[in-house]
């Protein structure tokens, strides 16, 4: 087995102790370099407790997750690892094969506009692969498992109790897991990006209804020449200016919600 080495923490609350993976050797051979902290590469050597699909593509962040949910979960409970890091035709390819079993993709991704362009046409992985390689170079990633933001684990070896276990462990971990039929497994969002997507809303709403209770004060005051009327109008104007950003907070905390 690879020498094992300590990887930095990912963030206080979730990862505080160290923990020791495999060293370079884990991902392409002994002569690769150890992948940053976020780039998925090929695995071939598992931590203790986990197992997976030969070459399936994790980053030492994903795998630092696995070792974590590991801790949290029964020694005989089995972690079998089936998708990690996709490509844009991993990713077509899983689209897929959940047209054919009749899945509600708009239900599971955030990025509404991209599925409508998807169901459009063919279920053909080619030209789905087409159309996710296309967003993916604009910027636009559909899946967290383009980004290595997510991994999938295998259910059909667990029983309904474990799949519990498994999604009360990944929520004690501060990530969002499902269970998913359409083909069974657990899907797991170990990418906290849309928490700190929430964060930055709420901190530019805030901003946004000060700077337009403010400005609409000052309006106010320069129609009015001050006084009572203008103060009231202000306090009006920043009420309202509040609601419509806790509006659209909402709303982008129900998208960044899907994947």
Known sequence: MPALR???DLTPASMAAPVL???ASAWAGPDAAAPGDHDARPVYTFPTGISGRKGVRLSPAQLRFLTRLRAELPA??????TSGQRTAREQASALKT??????????LYAADDIIAEL?????????????IARYAAAG?????HQRA????????????AQIDLVLAAAKRLGVKALYETKPPHIHVDIDTSGARIVGNLIA???????QAGNAAGKGAGAFFGGGKGARRLRTVLLWTAGAASIAALMVAFATVHRR
């Open 6 to 8: 300590p990887l930095p």
């Open 76 to 81: 005989d409970l089995p972690l079998y690892v």
């Open 149 to 160: 933001g997510a991994v999938d684990l295998r259910s059909k070896i667990l029983t309904r």
């Open 119 to 131: 169901l459009a046409g063919p279920n053909d992985v080619a030209r789905m692969e087409a159309i």
């Open 21 to 23: 993976l495999p060293s």
């Open 204 to 210: 530019r709403g805030q901003s946004a209804a000060g």
């Open 140 to 144: 636009r990633l559909l899946s967290k």
């Open 98 to 107: 959940k047209r054919d079993l009749g899945d509600d993709l708009h239900a």
